[in-house]
């Protein structure tokens, strides 16, 4: 019998701030986005419904998915093609399901992280497809993905900053014409 004791798992350094960003997420919707109604009358699930996905994806996400995701998930099964966090949030109680995808990055923000998070807009389709990391963006890269808006396309970047009691996203304020209402209040001016 071998003594070996089984290796502990490798924590990334990015997966440290899934949890910060999904609460920092569902702070924002619920106080900017969700209409009051919802937000004080009893419900079975949060809204909004967010979850960490690196890993896998719940039945109760994949149920929001649109096929042609369901299909490259089921074909390609990797964790490269699964957002970090996924979820879902209803403006009203009837309105729709409208998804949200998040890539989080524990290091300053490349071209390829903001290609990544184009793409699962391009697949997942969502109505908040965020790009979230606590470093800084190049001032460079910000320049070019601004210059560049098919890069981008309908991603919201943002820095995650450790304020004394919680976390808060901050937009850079020349994405502003491009930033969703829900998101205003992140928005940095200087």
């Known amino acids: 019998m071998s003594s070996e ?3 502990p798992k490798r ?10 960003v ?13 209409e009051r109604e919802i937000q004080h009358r009893p419900v079975v ?15 109760v996400l994949k149920k929001v998915l649109n096929d042609k995701a369901i299909r490259i998930l089921n ?25 949200i995808t998040v890539e989080v990055k524990a290091t300053p923000i490349k071209i390829r992280d903001v290609l990544q998070a184009k793409f699962y807009q391009d ?40 304020h004394p009691m919680d976390y808060l996203f901050e937009i850079d304020q020349r994405f502003e014409n491009h930033i969703p209402p829900a998101f205003k209040n992140c928005i940095i001016h200087e």
């Not at 924590?11 to 910060?20: H, I, N, S």
């Not at 790009?131 to 309908?154: A, C, F, N, Q, T």
């Open 5 to 7: 004791k089984p290796k």
């Open 11 to 20: 924590v990334r350094k990015e997966e440290l701030l899934y949890e910060p």
């Open 22 to 34: 999904l609460n920092t997420l569902r702070t924002v919707l619920s106080y900017n986005y969700v």
């Open 45 to 59: 699930r949060e809204n909004p419904y967010l979850e960490i996905t690196s890993e896998s994806i719940s039945e």
């Open 75 to 99: 074909v390609e099964n990797v964790r490269a093609l699964r957002p970090d966090i996924m979820g879902f949030v209803k403006k009203k109680s009837s309105s729709p399901k409208e998804l």
């Open 123 to 162: 697949v997942f389709s969502p109505t908040f497809n965020l790009l979230v990391s606590p470093k800084e963006i190049p001032e460079r890269k910000l320049r070019y993905v601004l210059d560049m808006d098919d890069i981008r396309g309908k991603t919201i970047i943002a820095k995650l900053v450790r």
